[in-house]
């Protein structure tokens, strides 16, 4: 994308599952070489993140980090590496919060790196959500009850482990039994569940759905029950309580602000936390700034097109 000259800013990345990092590298370096931007912006932790940020460093051109600065301090997270590896070696560094700052600022990063810049810029997720927040849609063919739960299960620490697994549904299936818990089921989660003969009886199960029916999703619910990074931070956006069907998250902050309750794969702290959310008010009252309010994005190209 253009942004100004004499600078060129090529925007690069995103969810990639399956393919190798090498090939993704070797296929970014073709494009770059064609492009020959000033700056590549990559965002997040995936593995085609890292793969821009590889193949940029090694053809010396700039790399701006979007989503800069998280930190789960669990090594076995592929994010987690990708994350780092990215901080290291890009020029400029957008965090969402001021934890990420500070994660940088513990690191190193800017002591070592004379031209690296950290810029607590907010998270990018929150300016979608609230934009599409207006344009979202219900999903067809379900019929949705007051205060549902809204629930994902999909990330491999829990899918590839069978004993984890059984114990989130167990506890799904008790919850189910009094409040309606809505779940788009990932195909592989599907296929897996079945294999293991998990019941799921309770549960309104429904296939994925798109980006604006999860909003509306989201927006509308009484609880969110998830493994997933981002739907975390976007249950916080609609001000929905959400569990954290994971031993760790990035997002240290919701845990700290009591909107996140983090209570990995066991099925008596899933319950536990279920009936203390269930029994607390909204999270209307938490501070809305915490992600920079919506403005991250203008603050993300006004500081690129003023310094460079």
Known sequence: MQISKPNHFLGIGGKTHGAMTGQMIEKIEEILLKESPDWVMVYGGTNSTLADAIAASKLHIKIAHVEAGLRSFNMRMPEEVNRILTDRISSVLFCPTLAAVDNLNKEGIGDWQNDAKVVLSGDVMQDGAMFY??????PLDIVVSDNYVLCTVHR??????PKRLIEIFEALNIIAEKQQVILPLHPRTRKIIDSLEIEIKNLTIINPVGFLNMVWLIDHAGLVMTDSGGLQKEAYFFAVPCITLRDETEWV???????NVLVGADKTKILA????ASNRSAIDDLDPSLYGGGQASRRIVSFLTSNF
């Open 133 to 138: 927040r207006s344009l979202a849609q219900k």
């Open 273 to 276: 936390a279920h009936q203390q």
């Open 253 to 259: 902050e919701l845990v700290e602000a009591g909107a």
């Open 156 to 161: 491999a620490e829990n899918t590839d482990n």
